[in-house]
């Protein structure tokens, strides 16, 4: 660990982890909007070192070429549309699953949280690796029917064609992989707030959120 890792975190930070679909997307955007913070969608990350994969006809097991590719990750690739679909997500996690890869994203994810006045983050490990002391951490999950059927309006309304039932396999997959053995990157914090979307509409999660970060930063600000 490097001294400035070392250093403790000055800037608010909110760290927004949970499963595929989960809403935490819409969650986050919503309070960088709020609290008036630059946003990072981890997982675009990811998808584009599975992008970069898939369109250099690399093997997704190639943790050495995986790698390489992760170092070479600059911000102006992460508004590629493409890094949205079915086939990123899915190329996302299997690249996700080497170490090696983890730890070549991790500047970028420490630099971003790090800046002036603080910033949110969404993903698997925010709150557990990345911003470990961040203030405000929410881990945000829904069953996986709930989670599918999102994820499937949202490709469908992309123009992707896939079936529901396709999704949710997809979906359960990559709970499977991301959160499915000891070393996995997806387990909540253990001072995170857990929000269960499932019964809600994302307007009611997100102003959940809000209301769960307001009360976080308020006891930041006064400690
Ligand atoms: O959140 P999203 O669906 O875009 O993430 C794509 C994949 O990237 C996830 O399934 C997961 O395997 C990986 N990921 C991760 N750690 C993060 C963000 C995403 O392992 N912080």
């Not at 911000?75 to 890869?101: F, I, K, M, Y």
């Not at 994203?105 to 961040?134: C, H, K, M, N």
Request: aromatic content about 4%.
């Amino acid at each position: 660990m490097s001294d400035r890792e070392r250093e403790p975190l000055t800037s608010f930070v909110v760290a927004v982890d949970g499963p595929a679909a989960s809403g935490k997307g819409t969650i986050a955007k919503q309070l960088g909007e709020a609290f008036d913070l630059p946003v990072l969608d981890t997982g675009l990350l990811y998808r584009c070192v599975g992008m970069a994969m898939l369109n250099a006809h690399e093997d997704l097991e190639n943790h050495e070429a995986a790698a390489a590719a992760a170092a070479l990750i600059t911000a102006d690739q992460l508004d590629d549309p493409t890094l949205r679909s079915r086939r990123a997500g899915e190329a996302a996690s299997r690249v996700a699953v080497h170490e090696r890869v983890r730890g070549a994203l991790l500047d970028f994810q420490r630099t971003f949280a790090r800046q002036e006045g603080g910033a949110v983050l969404d993903g698997r490990d925010i709150g557990t690796v990345i911003a470990p002391d961040a203030p405000a951490k929410l881990f945000v999950t829904a069953r996986p029917e709930v989670r599918a059927e999102r994820r499937w309006k949202q490709l469908k309304a992309a123009g992707e064609r896939v079936s529901l039932k396709d999704v949710l396999a997809d979906i359960r997959r990559r709970d499977e992989r991301d959160g499915g053995r000891d070393a996995a990157p997806m387990r909540p914090a253990a001072d995170a707030t857990l929000l269960e979307t499932s019964e809600m509409s994302i307007s009611q999660a997100a102003d959940a959120a809000r209301r769960i970060v307001e009360a976080a930063r308020a006891s930041w600000l006064s400690s």
